[in-house]
C-alpha cells in the first residue's frame, strides 16, 4: 500500500472458525489480524489465478449464471475474458493498451 493513501475502513463479519483461523495465522507471523487479512488478499489476488484455483473462489452456479447471459464465445475466448477481468484495473488498461 501507498503511505500516502489513506487506507479504506471495511467491516467484514467472518465465521468464528474463520477468524479463529486468522487469529492463528496472525500470532503466528507476528502481525495483527487486519496486516494478516490484506496480506492474505494481496496474494490471492497477485497473479492471474490458475483454472483450478478460479473454479476454487468462484461462488455457486457461476458458470450456470454466466451462460444464460447467452455466451457466443469460444472457448478460448471465454478464458480470455475470464483472465482479463481477474487484472488489476491498471493492468487491464496496459493491456488494452498494447493491443490498440
Known amino acids: ?6 487506507p479504506y475502513k471495511f467491516v467484514v463479519r467472518f465465521p468464528i472458525t474463520l477468524r479463529n ?4 495465522a496472525a500470532k503466528y507471523y507476528r502481525r495483527s489480524m487486519n496486516s494478516e487479512i490484506v496480506a492474505r ?3 490471492s489476488f497477485s497473479g ?3 483454472e483450478v484455483r478460479d473454479a476454487e473462489i468462484a461462488p455457486p ?3 450456470e449464471i454466466e451462460s444464460l447471459f447467452g455466451r457466443t ?4 475466448e471465454h478464458r480470455l475474458v475470464r ?3 481477474r487484472l488489476a484495473e491498471d ?3 496496459a493491456l488494452l493498451e498494447l493491443l490498440n
Do not use: F, G, N, T
Not at 1 to 6: G, I, R, T
Not at 21 to 24: G, R, T, Y
Open 1 to 6: 500500500m501507498d503511505p500516502k493513501e489513506k
Open 21 to 24: 483461523q486468522i487469529a492463528d
Open 41 to 43: 488478499l494481496e496474494q
Open 48 to 50: 492471474v489465478p490458475s
Open 61 to 63: 452456479l457461476h458458470d
Open 73 to 76: 464465445l469460444s472457448d478460448e
Open 83 to 85: 483472465a482479463y477481468r
Open 91 to 93: 493492468k487491464q488498461q
